[in-house]
């Protein structure tokens, strides 16, 4: 379908994502800040509808390659923002989620891939698709704590830190880091099924325990010295670069070529 062109939509979505931020930005209205935020969530419900085409004409949930994986990643980033932003007034986080979405759309448009209906026999598995749509839930709630982490260090250089920028890092890291959790035991329980074995120290098995490991130290910081928020902070910073290498980093890692992972490259 036309509709459905990547030469066409990409460019849409990313017109629909900046006319919307633009007027939330620039009108003080409530009234027409919320035609900003409908826009946007137009250029989202557009992201979906590719999702849900290509899932039909591929008869397979699209999540097998990072190029795939991008397109959900689009998708949950935004809104992501969306509920924070309701959830926490946070009016940075719309351009934030906005502009990270824009990216990985840019990503997709300038390095479009091959579709096709091949799912290897690991992937017909009822574990496939919960874990790495959870995984990409993770991933887009705590793509927020990066910047939550940078800008707590930048409050701190300059003697004005506001302790309420860590409560709200709390709360999206108790949520995020249950995705997290989630996550690893679906992929288990899929590893069992698929190849006899819950865990094998895989490269992608390894990066994705570091990162939930750095995750949960972050959380045991916040809990036994909430009044030294600094380390925390970094251990934050840290846990989300750990994440990035964890998702697609760790694919130009010489040992992933022996990797069962190697599926998703």
Not at 201 to 213: G, S, V
């Amino acid at each position: 379908m036309m509709l459905f062109d990547f030469k066409i939509l990409f460019p849409a979505v990313l017109l629909l994502w900046i006319i919307g931020a633009l007027i939330f930005y620039i009108f003080k209205n409530k009234k027409i800040k919320n035609i900003g935020l409908v826009i946007i969530s137009a250029g989202i419900l557009y992201i979906f509808s590719l999702i849900v085409y290509m899932w039909v004409n591929l008869e397979r949930p699209p999540l097998r390659t990072l190029g795939e994986t991008r397109l959900w990643y689009a998708l949950l980033v935004p809104i992501v923002g969306m509920v924070l932003y309701f959830r926490w007034k946070m009016k940075w986080i719309i351009s934030y989620s906005v502009f990270l979405a824009s990216v990985f759309v840019l990503i997709s448009y300038s390095s479009p891939e091959n579709f096709d209906k091949a799912l290897m026999p690991a992937l017909q598995s009822i574990w496939f698709v919960p874990h790495v749509i959870v995984y990409m839930f993770a991933y887009s709630i705590l793509s927020v704590t990066m910047l939550i982490a940078l800008k707590g260090l930048l409050m701190l250089a300059k003697n004005k830190f506001d302790e309420n920028l860590m409560i709200t890092a709390d709360n999206i890291v108790y949520v995020g880091f249950a995705f997290l959790t989630f996550g690893l035991l679906f992929g288990a329980f899929w590893a069992k099924e698929a190849w006899g074995h819950y865990w094998t120290w895989d490269p992608k098995e390894t990066w994705a325990f570091i990162t939930w490991l750095f995750y949960l130290i972050y959380i045991h910081l916040r809990y036994n010295h909430k009044e030294n928020v600094k380390p925390a902070l970094w251990v934050l910073a840290l846990a989300f670069i750990f994440l990035l290498v964890c998702w697609f980093g760790v694919n130009y890692l010489p040992s992933t070529q022996t990797s069962v992972h190697t599926y998703s490259s």
